[in-house]
């Protein structure tokens, strides 16, 4: 897989719809290899956030094992409500120095203006996220299917 820098550009039709969805959608799947080799994939709350995803997980969860042992990561949406609009994300996941708490300290505004509502359902607070959801995982995009 190449490291090339992959970047959504907004110029294009479909890499548009790709991002505005990326900035409002409240749910997304991860994918990982799961460790008997059979795709795992799990649906996750996340920021698009520098060119990439962000999303925090609990650091002992299968998918933090699952991306420690083999970084390749897949993200996608919902394809709509017609089925007619597909993203996928492939790219490489990677882990934080940062937890959750600190980028809560970068993000909040944006990712409570996202989920507090979801908070709030849950009856959880900021502190309960950021505690037992403490890893953060960056997924870097190198290639965008989409129509």
Do not use: C
Request: a negative charge.
């Amino acid at each position: 897989m190449s490291d090339a820098v992959f970047r959504l550009d907004p110029a294009d039709d479909v890499h548009a719809r790709a991002l505005q969805r990326l900035r409002t959608e409240e749910i997304g799947w991860l994918g990982s290899t799961g460790r008997n080799g059979y795709p795992h994939a799990v649906p996750v709350w996340f920021l698009w956030h520098d060119d990439a995803v962000l999303t925090f997980s609990q650091p002992h969860a299968a998918k933090a094992k699952n991306l420690r042992a083999d970084p390749r990561a897949m993200f996608h949406l919902e394809s709509g409500e017609h089925g007619d609009h597909l993203q996928v994300l492939q790219g490489v996941a990677e882990f934080s120095d940062l937890d959750a708490a600190q980028w809560m300290e970068r993000i909040g505004d944006e990712y409570l203006a996202k989920y507090q509502a979801g908070l709030d359902r849950l009856g959880w607070t900021v502190q309960r996220l950021t505690d037992d959801y403490s890893l953060a995982i960056i997924v870097r995009p190198r290639r965008l299917i989409a129509w």
